[in-house]
């Protein structure tokens, strides 16, 4: 039998430095009452993870302690099965992608994706923001066009109906999109062949996204970011480092206000794919920072 409190300082003592800067949570409503899962559910919100990435690390490291026999302390769960991800191969997964997608432009338009691809750039996104349905058209098809002869991956944002008409690479959603997909959509998009990437801000997204098998997993927002507002705070370099060792077996790409002297401590996690926006689009010779920055991926 396991002292809660004693347990949970234990965790608490070995893992505070990776997860400093976070002011504590409030500790939810537990679900269970095993001792390894109610110390592991103080012992996160103390840390500053947020309800429902609090119960995801509880449930894990029981299942850890349950699994081995002990609840490990020391030890930051990171194994796939104790987070009931799916077991390899897996029975849900969409159409793979390069393991290493390297440096990962986020860009505003068709325009800035064909000068982007034409820099060399191997991984584009076209995030084409509009209410016209026959603006989004036109603008993925331009984009698709765009990339055409460069060998540069394109991956369409949010508008997966038109990225497969028009042939793109892939499409990348955010959790809210994933969520509301209908089975049948799902269905849909799995058949047409398009790679699949999803936006992931804790374990509890994470989780979710891997029930489907995205062909990769991108986590943030690392770092604090102006371009969007973000619903979770900045994740940082310690928390990007053990959802990495968690989502090993896809490919990971770290996205969220980083910027050319931060690349190296983000590499170091052992992501194989940095998303940039304004580090390329506010640059003053966005081919020379592209250089720069692919220069950094190597």
Known sequence: MHDTTTLAQAILSHHAATFAGFAPEPVPTPTLQDPVYLAALQACSQLGFIAHDAECLARAWQARALRTGSAQPEQWPDEPQDFGLQRLPRAQQFAACPEHLGLYAVLPDAQWVGRMARAGVPTVQLRFKSDDAHAIQTEVQAAVQAVQGTGALLF?????????????????????????LTAEELQTLHRSGLRLGVSTHGYAEMVRADAVGPSYIAMGAVFPTTLKKMATAPQGVGRLGVYARLMRHYPQVAIGGISAEQFPTVLATGVGSVAVVRALVNAPDPEASAAELMALMR
């Open 156 to 180: 369409i944002n949010d508008h997966w109906r038109d990225a497969i008409e028009a042939g793109a690479y892939g499409i990348h959603l955010g959790q809210e999109d994933l969520d509301a």
